[in-house]
Protein backbone atom coordinates (compact mmCIF):
# COMPACT_ATOMS: atom_id res chain seq x y z
CA UNK A 1 0.00 0.00 0.00
CA UNK A 2 1.17 3.67 -0.70
CA UNK A 3 2.12 6.15 2.35
CA UNK A 4 -0.27 8.68 0.63
CA UNK A 5 -2.93 5.69 0.48
CA UNK A 6 -2.36 5.03 4.25
CA UNK A 7 -2.18 8.93 5.55
CA UNK A 8 -5.37 9.20 3.18
CA UNK A 9 -7.51 6.36 5.00
CA UNK A 10 -6.01 7.23 8.65
CA UNK A 11 -7.71 10.96 8.06
CA UNK A 12 -10.88 9.60 7.00
CA UNK A 13 -10.96 7.15 9.69
CA UNK A 14 -10.42 9.94 11.88
CA UNK A 15 -12.45 12.41 10.51
CA UNK A 16 -15.21 10.34 11.58
CA UNK A 17 -14.50 11.30 15.07
CA UNK A 18 -11.28 13.83 15.04
CA UNK A 19 -11.94 16.36 12.68
CA UNK A 20 -8.43 15.64 10.57
CA UNK A 21 -8.06 17.83 7.50
CA UNK A 22 -4.66 16.51 6.31
CA UNK A 23 -4.01 16.01 3.03
CA UNK A 24 -1.98 12.86 1.62
CA UNK A 25 -2.04 14.68 -2.02
CA UNK A 26 1.49 14.85 -3.65
CA UNK A 27 3.16 18.27 -3.69
CA UNK A 28 2.07 20.49 -6.27
CA UNK A 29 2.42 24.36 -6.42
CA UNK A 30 -1.22 24.87 -4.64
CA UNK A 31 0.04 22.09 -1.21
CA UNK A 32 3.35 23.79 -1.39
CA UNK A 33 1.70 27.13 -0.92
CA UNK A 34 -0.25 25.92 1.62
CA UNK A 35 2.69 24.51 3.48
CA UNK A 36 4.22 27.76 3.52
CA UNK A 37 1.16 29.43 5.00
CA UNK A 38 1.08 26.24 7.85
CA UNK A 39 4.70 27.58 8.43
CA UNK A 40 3.63 31.17 8.98
CA UNK A 41 1.00 30.06 11.70
CA UNK A 42 2.30 30.76 15.44
CA UNK A 43 2.25 27.58 17.03
CA UNK A 44 1.62 27.77 21.54
CA UNK A 45 3.01 24.73 23.39
CA UNK A 46 0.99 23.05 25.78
CA UNK A 47 2.24 24.34 28.69
CA UNK A 48 2.00 28.06 26.93
CA UNK A 49 -1.37 27.62 26.55
CA UNK A 50 -2.68 26.38 30.00
CA UNK A 51 -0.62 29.42 31.45
CA UNK A 52 -3.07 31.50 29.49
CA UNK A 53 -5.87 29.95 30.49
CA UNK A 54 -4.44 30.15 34.28
CA UNK A 55 -4.42 33.57 33.41
CA UNK A 56 -7.56 33.82 31.70
CA UNK A 57 -5.72 35.66 28.54
CA UNK A 58 -7.04 33.09 25.90
CA UNK A 59 -10.31 31.82 23.64
CA UNK A 60 -9.94 28.07 22.67
CA UNK A 61 -11.75 26.72 19.83
CA UNK A 62 -11.82 22.55 19.63
CA UNK A 63 -11.56 21.74 15.89
CA UNK A 64 -11.73 18.08 15.89
CA UNK A 65 -15.10 16.31 15.16
CA UNK A 66 -18.23 17.09 17.84
CA UNK A 67 -18.04 13.61 18.85
CA UNK A 68 -14.62 13.90 20.17
CA UNK A 69 -15.31 17.11 21.50
CA UNK A 70 -17.77 16.20 23.55
CA UNK A 71 -15.68 12.36 25.07
CA UNK A 72 -13.11 14.99 26.03
CA UNK A 73 -12.02 18.83 24.92
CA UNK A 74 -9.92 21.77 27.02
CA UNK A 75 -11.62 23.18 29.99
CA UNK A 76 -13.07 26.67 28.30
CA UNK A 77 -12.76 25.46 24.98
CA UNK A 78 -15.58 25.43 22.51
CA UNK A 79 -16.34 23.40 19.65
CA UNK A 80 -16.33 24.99 15.96
CA UNK A 81 -15.81 23.01 12.40
CA UNK A 82 -12.28 23.59 11.16
CA UNK A 83 -14.45 25.02 8.22
CA UNK A 84 -17.54 27.19 10.10
CA UNK A 85 -15.39 29.52 11.79
CA UNK A 86 -16.76 33.53 11.37
CA UNK A 87 -16.50 36.07 13.43
CA UNK A 88 -19.75 35.34 15.03
CA UNK A 89 -18.27 32.59 17.00
CA UNK A 90 -14.23 34.40 17.93
CA UNK A 91 -14.20 36.86 20.11
CA UNK A 92 -15.63 40.48 19.35
CA UNK A 93 -11.70 42.06 19.87
CA UNK A 94 -10.27 40.88 16.96
CA UNK A 95 -6.84 42.05 19.08
CA UNK A 96 -7.88 38.67 21.52
CA UNK A 97 -5.54 35.80 21.83
CA UNK A 98 -7.62 32.61 20.22
CA UNK A 99 -6.00 29.18 19.88
CA UNK A 100 -6.93 26.72 17.69
CA UNK A 101 -6.58 22.94 18.18
CA UNK A 102 -7.35 19.57 17.16
CA UNK A 103 -6.33 15.69 17.13
CA UNK A 104 -2.25 16.22 17.29
CA UNK A 105 0.52 17.12 14.87
CA UNK A 106 -0.82 15.00 11.91
CA UNK A 107 -3.97 16.54 12.19
CA UNK A 108 -4.40 20.39 10.36
CA UNK A 109 -7.94 20.88 10.90
CA UNK A 110 -6.78 23.82 13.36
CA UNK A 111 -4.84 24.96 10.65
CA UNK A 112 -7.49 25.64 8.64
CA UNK A 113 -9.49 26.75 11.33
CA UNK A 114 -6.59 29.47 11.72
CA UNK A 115 -6.23 30.82 8.72
CA UNK A 116 -9.72 31.37 8.18
CA UNK A 117 -9.53 33.76 11.43
CA UNK A 118 -6.54 35.53 9.93
CA UNK A 119 -8.75 36.27 6.79
CA UNK A 120 -11.47 37.88 9.13
CA UNK A 121 -8.86 40.24 10.59
CA UNK A 122 -7.75 38.49 13.69
CA UNK A 123 -3.84 39.61 14.64
CA UNK A 124 -3.54 37.34 17.55
CA UNK A 125 -4.67 33.67 16.63
CA UNK A 126 -1.99 30.53 17.68
CA UNK A 127 -2.69 26.71 16.69
CA UNK A 128 -1.58 24.20 19.58
CA UNK A 129 -0.15 21.23 17.58
CA UNK A 130 0.00 18.82 20.39
CA UNK A 131 -3.93 18.98 19.92
CA UNK A 132 -5.94 16.77 22.27
CA UNK A 133 -3.58 14.01 22.48
CA UNK A 134 -0.61 16.24 23.36
CA UNK A 135 -2.70 18.15 26.15
CA UNK A 136 -3.72 15.11 27.69
CA UNK A 137 -0.19 13.48 27.45
CA UNK A 138 0.70 16.21 29.28
CA UNK A 139 -1.34 15.31 31.91
CA UNK A 140 -3.44 17.81 32.14
CA UNK A 141 -7.55 18.60 32.44
CA UNK A 142 -9.98 17.51 29.61
CA UNK A 143 -13.51 17.74 30.30
CA UNK A 144 -16.39 16.19 28.41
CA UNK A 145 -19.61 17.44 27.08
CA UNK A 146 -20.93 20.01 24.68
CA UNK A 147 -20.96 23.71 24.51
CA UNK A 148 -21.76 25.55 27.00
CA UNK A 149 -25.56 27.45 26.04
Known sequence: MKPTSIVTGVCLAMSLGLGCARSAAPATAATTATASTEAELRAVT???????????????????????????????????GHDQVTAEVLPADRAARVVFYCHNE????????????????????????????????????????????
Open 106 to 149: QCTACHTAARQAIGLGYTNVFILPAGIVGWSAAGKPVVAGNNPT
Open 46 to 80: VEELAGYLARNEVAVIDNNGQERYARGHIPGARWV
